[in-house]
């Protein structure tokens, strides 16, 4: 049992670990552009579905307004999104791409996947690492 305890065997330090390096692989990718790596998932939450309420939004990445907004008004100022208030309802706010944003996005996520195979991660690797992150997720939710 005491093995367990070392920080060597803990599940969540080898997930922790595994995060920060792969925040530094996208780190490398986004600097260019000016862009950090939860602007970025800002940005691929945009390119699977453009103009969705910034509620949306966070209920999509799992923020709340008070990080999401500040992240949006720092992409709105670099160019990559825009604001638009709803007509029909002023509580509803949309965000939108920018013609930057819609531009970039084959040359950016061209620039991830060419990273993340440099990794060595076969596609079933990586179908099955996401299978199993999702399987752990729904269990810790779950408890």
Known sequence: MDDFLTLENQLCFA????????????????????????QYLVLLALWEK?????????????LGTGTLTPMIKRLIDKGWLEKVRSEVDERNVYVFLKEKARTHKNIITTQVANEIEL?????????????????????????
């Open 15 to 38: 997930i922790y670990e595994t995060t920060s390096e792969f925040i530094k692989l996208y780190t490398k990718v986004l600097q260019p552009y000016d862009m950090t790596y939860p």
């Open 119 to 143: 990794c060595n991660i076969s596609l079933d690797e990586y179908n099955e690492l996401m299978k199993q992150l999702k399987t752990l997720q729904t269990k810790i939710k779950a408890r």
């Open 50 to 62: 453009d103009g969705i309420t910034v509620k949306q939004l966070g209920q999509k990445l799992n």
